[in-house]
């Protein structure tokens, strides 16, 4: 049976924030895992693993047809392609990475690729995918299949077409997200004009590694920015947290976009226990199943029959306010991928040692973090646009990792985020976009 599924009012949105700039088309919603290592990897052999890996996860391969509420994606019958990139790239920051703009065209595809960039001293395998297709774990569980069959395993492939919108609905019959009240600051202060103008990469990000062990990651870094947040004196500060939805359902493999999200706000006394005890409630509640409430009257679901170029010209006004005002409607999106076994994205002469995932460009969002774990320490970056950079960025990255470092001698034994106190190694990995 040929792979088709809804396009959903999330996966709208984002296609939706496509837009052609100088010319061609930009794909600001994408996702980004990076695995980084050295070794002689055979090319052959990883573009065989990438059309094997393809061949079982058709939702890596989709394409999108038909227009406003009978849109869907549908099977391309087009492997995910596999290109070979020489750079000087550094994986530190989106300087010299102009081969991450390649757009991932949602009508004509391909939605996903694989990139390999042979740099100076080391390689980057890259697995690029349309957010409206593909969203973080489901880029995972892909580049999971791509390593396996790279290694000569059996692939696990996708056993589902479902989308998130109905995967919500299935659990929560259904209760619309609370408004969050005025909006907030970036903490990184007011926005200030570009010296130059970057057309081409509206935002930047950069990436720092925090060596050793640390629970609780995700808490800290919350804490810290906030803590930045108020050296620029504001006082408001919430992140959005995504939250995958597969693990609500068994044996549930896909790689289509099935995150959900919640809200923590942080307060003057907020704690690390407290910050997790936040979480675990709203889980318990399931409310990251939650239809986001963007309109106080409109329903959400007619989004579906507004034509996209719609959506597209008032999210570029959004854009303008926002970022005029420096006020957004959380402080930051903070996505964790936890620790990540890095030895699976090894073969054919490749040996990995880091993996990570870059933040999408999402211009109405001040602040994008993603952590990453890995056996010698966690790797955060930090995204955000160009008028609330300028340098501001390393800053707020220097003060969490020091402010983190320093922490370290205190030992604070929290446990991991979890749904239900006893939880399974799944359940551990539920927080991610």
């Not at 697995?127 to 409206?132: D, E, F, K, Q, Y």
Request: proline share 5%; aromatic share 6%.
């Amino acid at each position: 049976m040929t792979y088709t599924r809804p396009l959903s009012t999330i996966e709208r949105y984002y296609v939706s924030c496509d837009s052609y700039k100088n010319g061609q088309l930009h794909t600001p919603c994408v996702n980004q895992m990076v695995v980084e290592g050295i070794g002689t990897i055979d090319e052959e052999e990883l573009r065989k693993a990438v059309v094997r890996a393809s061949y079982v996860n058709p939702g890596s391969r989709v394409k999108l047809v038909g227009h406003l509420g009978f849109s869907r994606w549908v099977d391309s019958d087009n492997s995910t392609p596999l290109r070979i990139v020489h750079s000087h790239w550094d994986g530190r920051s989106n300087d010299d990475a102009e081969f991450l703009l390649k757009p991932l065209p949602p009508r004509s595809g391909p939605t996903s690729e694989v990139v390999l960039v042979h740099a100076d001293n080391k390689h980057f395998i890259i697995i690029r995918s349309h957010h409206g297709a593909m969203d973080g774990r489901g880029t995972l569980h892909f580049a999971n299949d791509v390593f396996r069959c790279l290694r000569g395993e059996d692939p696990i492939g996708e056993n589902s077409s479902i989308n998130d919108m109905q995967l919500a609905l299935s659990l929560n019959d259904h209760a619309k997200a609370d408004s969050l009240g005025r909006d907030v600051a970036a903490a990184t202060g007011s926005a200030k004009p570009q010296s130059t103008q970057n057309l081409e990469q509206p935002s930047r990000w950069i990436r720092k590694t925090l060596l050793g062990k640390h629970k609780s990651l995700l808490a800290k870094v919350a804490l810290e920015i906030a803590r930045y947040a108020r050296l620029n004196d504001e006082d408001n500060v919430r992140f959005q947290i995504p939250v995958d939805m597969r693990p609500h359902e068994e044996n549930l493999n896909s790689t289509a976009n099935l995150t959900g999200g919640i809200v923590v706000k942080v307060n003057l006394n907020s704690t690390a226990e407290s910050w997790n005890s936040d979480i675990q409630q709203q889980l318990a509640e399931k409310r990251e199943t939650e239809i986001p409430r963007f309109f106080k009257i409109f329903p959400f679901h007619l989004l579906n029959w507004v034509p996209t170029a719609t959506i597209r010209n008032s999210n570029n006004k959004l854009v303008k306010k926002r970022q005029t005002n420096s006020l957004f409607r959380t402080t930051g999106v903070i996505s964790n991928l936890g620790l990540l076994k890095v030895e699976q994205f090894s073969g054919a002469g490749f040996i990995a040692n880091k993996s990570y995932f870059i933040p999408p460009e999402f211009e109405t969002t001040a602040l994008f973090v993603t952590l990453a774990g890995h056996k010698e320490g966690v790797e955060i970056i930090m995204r955000a646009p160009q008028q609330l950079d300028g340098g501001r960025v390393e800053d707020m990255m220097n003060f969490v990792i020091e402010n983190i470092e320093q922490s370290i001698s205190h030992k604070i034994e929290i446990p991991p985020l979890q749904i239900i106190k006893k939880t399974t190694e799944a359940e551990e990995e539920k927080i991610m976009a």
